[in-house]
């Protein structure tokens, strides 16, 4: 059967946008982050100068694969370069990329390939924020070179630090080292004995828009790194945009820990399908040998077993943090493609 690869410009509205929907659901591997309403967001606040782009695959009319691409112009010693990225931005998307069901990748992939090949509108096309375990960058690795496209360089981009929960809380605790268990436990009755009693609070939707400004001022007084990404404004306005567009259906959800009466930590997640995953936080920095932050996270863990969660990702960064708590790399793998 003839598959077939249509582009759209801008993000598709109506009877396609749904089946974007639909798809993104069917994917194993696909996240939050591939699906068109995250998106559409981060086009309106932080698109900025990138020109939003969608291939859909067809099979016999039907929806088998797509790929969300932003262009932009960029300086080089040369001239201007023309490049392609998988839409999102690597700043606050985690995971990027295409999205179909696992058995018809390679025909997106091959399709998708051979349309770019017959574009003269880019010179590279970089391909990030694939999750390894997810077969995207091997489908690419085969599938370019018949196209007359070659690999010009592949590399790990990052990694996400993920936990695996489907077994249960139990099973989570004693598959960490003893010592780490204890630690876990210990940083908790530490923190309530020396600040005050524990209590983790989730915030209703509605109390959201008010709690995320409390959430950017904590923030701000963390760390370094953490104040200058939220002291930019637009960043500011992404996260407010996405909580008004998730925070009603349970998707984006605020949690603070108060410790004493007084919030400690706060934590910023993402939870979409069976993934809980932790997407910004922060803590009070009077409180740092105490470990607020550490705690609010362990709390979290526990709630998402309760909730049915299979696994908890501490999305991207390699923050020794993670790794206490008992978490395991997911690669993502980046490639950049050129003309042969």
Known sequence: MDIEVRTHDGLPAGTLRADWEVLAEEDPDATIFHTPRYLQTWV???????????????RGGRLIGLVPEGYARTGSPTGPVEVVRFLGGTEVT????????????????????RELGSDVDWDE???????????????????????????????????????????????????????????????ARKLARDAGEIRLAD?????IPEQLEV?????????????????????RDFFRALAAEFASDRIFRLHVLDVGARPAAATISL??????????????????????GMVLVGELIEQ?????????????????????????????DRLILVRN
Request: proline share 6%.
């Open 304 to 332: 998402a077993s309760k909730e049915g969660i299979d696994v908890f990702d501490l999305l991207r960064g390699d923050e020794p943090y993670k790794y206490r708590l008992g978490a395991v790399d997911r690669p993502l």
């Open 125 to 187: 096309v970089v391909i990030g924020g694939l999750a390894r375990d997810a077969g995207w960058a091997d489908a690419f690795r085969a599938e370019a070179s018949p196209v007359g496209l070659k690999i010009f360089g592949s590399d790990v981009e990052d990694v996400c630090p993920r936990i695996d929960l489907s077994g249960g809380y139990d099973a989570y605790l004693a598959s960490l080292p003893g010592k780490q268990r204890h630690e876990m436990r210990r940083k």
């Open 215 to 235: 959430f950017f001022e904590m923030a701000n007084e963390t760390e370094t790194e953490k104040a200058r990404f939220f002291r930019k404004e637009a960043m």
């Open 271 to 292: 939870v979409w399908g069976r993934e809980w995953g932790l997407y910004n936080s922060a803590f009070d920095p009077s409180l740092r040998t105490l470990a607020p």
């Open 203 to 207: 915030v209703a939707p509605d109390m």
């Open 94 to 113: 985690d995971y990027l990329g295409p999205i179909a069901r696992r058995e018809d990748r390679a025909d997106v992939v091959a399709a998708y390939l």
């Open 44 to 58: 309106t606040v932080l698109g900025g100068d990138i020109t939003p782009r969608v291939r859909t695959v067809h």
